[in-house]
């Protein structure tokens, strides 16, 4: 198996999900590992059209961050398995993923069968 071809393709992908969310959010200071989502605007509008446009915002940019910290923890757990040497392994039956299955998603956790 091309495991360090894969580390490549998780590692690229890991910094493109932190720039994404670093766009949408910040690192959460009071639980490591976390993110949390910012407005674009400052919250201190006057208007009340304003006022609902930041809280569309922020719930907005809260959705986008959720989907995209689930794919980077899933990028995480997967670059964790390639130290632990089980890379590439179905969680389910313990037969080698495919290639081409990992290729299409390399953070892959079981085979096609088991999807």
């Known amino acids: ?3 360090e071809h894969f580390r490549k393709k998780l590692e690229a992908e890991k910094l493109k999900l932190e720039s994404e969310m670093g766009g949408i959010g910040r690192r959460n200071p009071a639980v490591p590992g976390d993110w949390e989502a910012v407005p674009s605007e400052t919250g201190s509008e006057a208007d009340l059209a304003d006022q609902a446009d930041v809280v569309i915002s922020r719930e907005r940019n809260e ?10 923890d899933t990028v995480l757990a997967a670059l ?6 089980t890379y590439g392994i179905c969680e389910v039956c ?3 993923i495919g290639e081409e299955r990992l290729e299409a998603d ?5 085979c096609v069968e088991h999807l």
């Open 80 to 85: 964790a398995r390639i130290e632990k040497k």
């Open 106 to 110: 390399p953070a892959a956790t079981t």
């Open 1 to 3: 198996m091309k495991t």
């Open 94 to 96: 313990g037969r080698p």
């Open 63 to 72: 959705a986008v961050l959720a989907d995209l910290e689930a794919r980077y």
